[in-house]
């Protein structure tokens, strides 16, 4: 699903297209300035984004030249929203970059053209640059896009197994959305977590050396999307292009790490410090208000602890209004207290 940003000043404008655009069946997030939207943008990395151009303290038009001046953000397909109509306004959003120019008051049908008409042409801009085998990556951001455009895209529910140990390996994992964890299983039938996958992450790149088969387990925590390339495409890709194996290597690198860093939590780190990470990453660091539905038990499996210690903690957290707790569904309610646990 293309994830697009919206960003409007006009809060209950912002919220009709926000709607609007998720009844059209994309994933909408809206963000009411300019500052908001530029950082939204990077952190998403929205397919494409819908600004307006008289936002108070940045414009719409520094907006784009912030954003167009960012390699990782330089390519997202970009339109306009104003109620200037004027040829100077249009030129000038024009030579910045802008993609499109949709005046107010907003016609539905016209801004939804627009969209379709510009994702497809970001999407064949794409393939044209990567077609005849050449794969010039100029960094990760790019590398991922080409995942998430070429591969096949899986949507799980809670608890689908994405691969399993010794089944023989065919395909690479990139998660777009939700939370994968990666396990293995001792002779007592206990799971024995290894890492948490966030979004942005790869998954089963044990394939890239001499092994064939997995050596651990991967299954989704919470609904997720994940991209899957096959091993046969994601070697031709390393083989074609020396950059891209540097890129690989400094992903292998960043994975390594953080699995290492992940496995001294589990053994070193509090227990409120580690079912704080546990909450982190489930609800992947986002702003205040994320749920997570999620049987205790999961969730204590993922943080190392006992079920009944991490009932414990987390009724701690409701105690600090670090979270609420209704039934099995946990709202997260202050991201940075919960950041800083020791």
Do not use: W
Not at 67 to 75: E, F, H, K, R
Not at 156 to 176: G, M
Not at 182 to 191: A, L, Q, T, W
Not at 269 to 297: C, D, F, H, W
């Amino acid at each position: 699903m293309e994830r697009l940003l919206v960003i409007e000043d006009n809060k209950m404008l912002c919220d009709n297209i926000v709607y609007l655009l998720q009844k059209s069946g994309y994933d909408a997030v809206g963000r009411y300035n300019g500052e908001e939207g530029i950082q939204a943008a990077l952190r998403f990395k929205p397919s494409l984004i819908v600004c307006d151009i008289e936002l108070p303290s940045i414009d719409g038009y520094e907006v784009l030249g912030r954003l167009s001046s960012n390699n990782d953000t330089a390519l997202i397909p970009f339109i306009f929203l104003s109620g200037r109509v004027e040829k100077d306004d249009i030129r000038k959003g024009m030579n910045l970059g802008a993609d499109d120019y949709i005046p107010k008051p907003i016609k539905p049908f016209e801004l939804l053209a627009s969209v379709e008409s510009r994702l497809a042409k970001a999407k064949i801009v794409r393939k044209k640059t990567l077609a005849d085998g050449k794969f010039n990556f100029k960094d990760v951001t790019e590398f991922y896009e080409y995942l998430k455009q070429n591969g096949r895209i899986l949507n799980a529910r809670p608890n689908t197994h994405i691969y399993r140990a010794e089944q023989k390996i065919k395909d690479i994992y990139l998660l777009l959305s939700g939370v994968v964890k990666v396990f293995s299983i001792d002779n007592k039938d206990k799971e024995l977590i290894s890492q948490l996958i966030k979004p942005n992450e790869m998954f089963g790149l044990g394939g890239l050396g001499k092994q064939s088969h997995y050596v651990n387990n991967a299954s989704t925590v919470t609904e997720s999307e994940v991209a899957v390339i096959s091993l046969e495409k994601f070697n031709e890709i390393l083989y074609e292009n020396r950059e891209v194996n540097e890129l690989i290597i400094d992903i292998l690198s960043k994975s390594l790490g953080g699995m290492s860093q992940q496995l001294s939590q589990m053994a070193y780190g509090s227990v409120r410090y580690r079912t704080a990470q546990v909450l982190l990453k489930l609800s992947n660091e986002s702003e205040e208000g994320a749920i997570l539905r999620i049987p205790r038990q999961e969730l204590a499996s993922l943080a190392g602890i006992a079920k009944e210690t991490v009932t414990r903690t987390l009724q701690e957290f409701k105690n600090d209004g670090l979270v609420d707790i209704k039934g099995r569904s946990i709202m997260v309610r202050d991201v940075e207290s919960l950041k800083k646990i020791g």
